[in-house]
């Protein structure tokens, strides 16, 4: 199987990007560097741009290696989160809990199919032949999202709580994992790119058929549009945030059946 891959990637308008992407044969990896705590000591000399970019140019590494088709991808994440750490384990405190960390998006090709995994908030959407959507996500940071920065500390990377990438690379092995036997396109979404669904009133449908058409730059776009035309604080979160959308799909796979966009938005 033969897969086209695009990407788009844009920062939160004034700020650096702190997401990252890569991609390879047969593979894309889209990760979100969580936005350091305001006023706090993170233990670290590196910004959370130096992180995301270092950890998805580790992943990619492993990815297109040769041998890579039958690890497991939570051992490939497991693998690239220590290499960043020793990195830079000699200069900074990597206990520290509000050391960088991120989210990860992966999806890679198998025969016939794909591998995923997803760990944090970003979002990885199929369309198998016939037009089935699945979605996969993982939630578990949702349980405290009303929760001040200051008290995320306490649960992030420990058990019962909610899990990232960062300085620990056993948080690799509570990703969400799986495969889908099929599939004639997959999207990779930071959570800035997936509110065009979770915020402003698209279905999933809608947002493939977009992006299958023109493109992840347009998702983006539509995204920027719904943020404007949206009052500030109508939302709990950033107003606007880095966005990252990632279309893989298959070559010969029949034009997408969604709409382009919302029926309310047409």
């Known amino acids: 199987m033969s897969m086209e891959i695009r990407l788009a990637t844009r920062p939160n308008p004034g700020r650096p990007n702190e997401d990252a992407a890569v991609t390879g044969d047969g593979f894309a990896v889209v990760l979100d560097g969580a ?21 998805a140019g580790r992943l990619g590494h492993l990815l297109a290696a040769a041998d890579s088709a039958s690890a497991p991808l939570t051992e490939i994440l497991y693998d690239a989160c220590a290499g960043v750490a020793a990195s830079h384990s000699g200069t900074c405190d990597l206990t520290n809990p509000c050391s960088p960390s ?8 198998n025969s016939g199919g794909a591998d ?10 199929f369309r198998a032949p016939g037009g089935r959507i699945r979605v996969v996500s993982d939630d578990r940071i949702l349980a405290y999202d009303d929760w001040p920065w200051s008290r995320l500390r306490e649960v992030r990377n420990v058990p019962g709580g909610f899990w990232v990438a960062g300085a620990r690379p056993e948080a690799a092995h509570h990703a969400v994992v799986g495969s889908v036997p099929e599939v004639d396109v997959a999207a990779l979404l930071s959570d800035g790119a997936a509110r065009l669904v979770e915020r402003y009133g698209w279905d999933w449908p809608a947002l493939l058929g977009t992006l299958e058409r023109h493109g992840p ?7 920027r549009k719904a943020e404007l035309d949206t009052p500030p604080g109508r939302f709990h979160g950033k107003h606007h945030d880095d966005a990252t959308a990632v279309l893989m799909r298959r070559d010969g796979a029949p034009a997408p059946a969604g709409p382009e966009r919302p029926a309310q938005e047409r």
């Open 217 to 223: 730059a347009e998702v983006i776009a539509e995204t």
């Open 116 to 125: 995923y995994l997803v760990l944090g908030d970003a979002v990885v959407v």
């Open 102 to 109: 991120a989210t990860v998006a992966i999806v890679r090709e």
């Open 35 to 55: 936005t350091a705590e305001p006023d706090t000591d993170p233990g670290c000399h590196h910004e959370v741009r130096w992180f995301a970019t270092e950890l």
